[in-house]
Structures are given as structure tokens and as C-alpha cells.
């Protein structure tokens, strides 16, 4: 763990992502990589976990384990005082890292990458996105980095794995894909999936590969949003449009959900042409309401 002192090297021990242990491999690396102080480790990035100060500031702080993902618990701390005040069990600081933020898909057979597929976001602010572009190309000092990484961490494992970059380094492991924008794969992309985790083989020839996005809505924090899935399905229905998804539960209360400082998120909007999917967000702005006050103003 570098940064921390000799003291603290010798209390805080953590096993490596690949198996050491003899007998059958089992279904996945363990301890798996959403242990965010292994992905930092496994990289040589200066980090630890809450208790141990760092040695320079800024820092980006955040859960060691979050499985329920939108970024909950993130982020900058710029001082030592801030730092002494903000401490929480279970956190880790980091480096504050700087470029393009990246999610990557990957197929893996045996720990090998065998497909990838890049989507870019368009930030907010706060761990919100206006929208991510699902592209169509590859990008290949991400792939030579993450299969590396992959190859030396994760042998073993048959299945997909979403790697979050920063300028190319890794900020995030998840053993899964991005659920989001799966329906802008193409054909014949969920059909190889099941085939990758049942027979551990991958046969998605991926023939004709596009550039799709997904549009974002977000509303304010507190308020029960509801929306008229009559009025959602008419918009389903509009040319190049390939799926709505409303992400949220309206029957729990909006503070179970696991949504990102900025904003609760409403609905994404798959699509093949943005111009779509924008003017298609701002209709469905318009339909949400207050559950308790139908209304109130609609989500900006």
C-alpha cells in the first residue's frame, strides 16, 4: 500500500486477486476486484484506508466495497483538515486522477479478453452524466492495458468484467457488464452472454457494430417521482429509439435508492441518433410528477 508507513504494512495484509490455494478453480477470483484497495495495489497507485493519512492532497475518497454502484460515497478531499473531519469506516483515498473517464466492457475467457466494447460519458458535476456514447471503435491502449491486467488478476474467471478508467488508469472492477446500455450491442450480443457463463465460451461475431448513446434524466433528491407508464410506452415507439428505462421504484421511498450526490436519476433513453434521445428526455421531463402534488414543476 504505498504511501502508508512501515507500522501499518505490517498490520494491513490483503490477499492477491488470483488464486494461490490448490483443488478446482473456483467460479471467480477472490477476493473479486470490487475490493478498491486491491484495484489500487494492483496498479501501484498511493492509497489506504480511512485512519491512515495521506502523504499529499487532494485525494478522491469512496467506499471500499459499494455494490450497489451511482458513485455513492465519493468524493475529493483537498486537505488534512477536511480529511481529519470526513473520515468513514470502510473508505479508502486515492489519487484525484485526470482525463478521460472510460467504461469498459470486457468478455473473458480464462481471465482473457476475447471482446470490448467502450462507452465515454459527458459529466455533470457530482457523479451525474448528461449522457454516455457507446462506441463503435476500439480503444486500443485500453484494451493492451486492462487485458494485461485482466490476464495477471483474473485467470480463472469466465465471464464479463466492466473496468471504469481514468486516462487509462483503473478506478473501478466490477465482475459484471454496464446493465445500461446492453440493448445497443446488437443482435445476438445477451444469446453470447448466457453462452459465456454456461459453457464458458464466447461466439458473438459482433458483424455490425454502431455507435449508440444513452441519455441521462435526472430530478432533485427527496421527492416522489411518478410517471404514467402509458405515456413511457408511446415514447418507446419513436424512431430510433431502442429502449426506456425507468430506474427507480416509485413504490419505495426515494431514500432506499442508490443514486449519486447530484441528482435522482429518472430514466435513461437508448438510442441510436442523440438529437433523438435529447428531444425524447425532454418530453419525458415534462410527464414525471411530484407522486403527492401531481402539479408540481417537472425534473429540469
Known amino acids: 500500500m504505498a504511501g502508508a508507513n512501515a507500522q501499518s504494512l505490517q498490520i494491513l495484509r490483503y490477499p492477491t486477486l488470483t488464486r494461490t490455494t490448490p483443488g478446482p478453480a473456483p467460479a471467480g477470483p477472490n477476493p473479486p476486484p470490487e475490493h478498491k484497495l486491491l484495484v489500487c495495489e494492483t496498479q501501484g497507485l498511493e492509497h489506504g484506508p480511512h485512519g491512515i493519512p495521506p502523504s499529499r492532497f487532494p485525494v478522491f475518497s469512496k ?3 459499494n455494490l450497489r454502484g451511482m458513485g455513492v460515497g ?21 489519487p484525484v486522477l485526470a482525463g478521460e473517464h472510460v467504461s469498459s466492457d470486457a468478455a473473458l475467457v480464462d481471465g482473457t ?31 493492451a492495458y486492462g487485458g494485461e491486467w485482466c490476464r495477471r488478476h483474473l485467470t480463472g474467471y469466465s465471464g464479463f468484467v466492466n473496468l471504469e478508467t481514468i486516462g487509462g488508469t483503473i478506478i473501478e472492477g466490477h465482475l459484471r457488464f454496464a446493465d445500461q446500455w446492453v440493448d445497443l450491442y446488437g443482435d445476438g450480443w445477451l444469446e453470447s452472454a448466457v453462452d459465456l457463463y454456461a459453457r464458458s465460451r464466447w461466439s458473438f461475431a459482433d458483424p455490425a457494430r454502431r455507435t449508440g448513446y444513452s441519455v441521462v434524466l435526472f430530478g432533485t433528491h427527496g421527492v416522489r417521482w411518478a410517471i404514467d407508464p402509458a405515456e413511457v410506452d408511446g415514447l418507446r415507439r419513436v424512431a ?9 421504484h416509485a413504490e419505495r421511498p426515494p431514500a432506499t435508492h442508490a443514486m449519486p450526490p447530484g441528482g435522482f436519476r429518472l430514466a ?4 441510436w441518433d442523440l438529437a433523438v434521445g435529447l428531444l425524447v428526455r425532454e418530453r419525458l421531463a415534462r410527464m414525471f410528477r ?3 402534488a401531481p402539479d408540481t414543476a417537472h425534473p429540469g
Open 63 to 65: 467506499p471500499i466495497y
Open 74 to 94: 465519493g468524493k475529493v478531499i483537498r486537505s488534512r483538515e477536511e480529511y481529519d473531519r470526513e473520515q468513514v469506516p470502510g473508505h479508502l483515498w486515492m
Open 113 to 143: 479478453p476475447v471482446w470490448w466494447r467502450h462507452t465515454t460519458g459527458l459529466a455533470l458535476g457530482d457523479g451525474t452524466f448528461d449522457h454516455w456514447t457507446v462506441r463503435a471503435e476500439p480503444l486500443p491502449a485500453i484494451e
Open 240 to 248: 430510433g429509439v431502442s429502449s426506456i428505462q425507468i430506474t427507480f
Open 268 to 271: 435513461i433513453v437508448n438510442c
Open 290 to 292: 411530484a407522486s403527492d
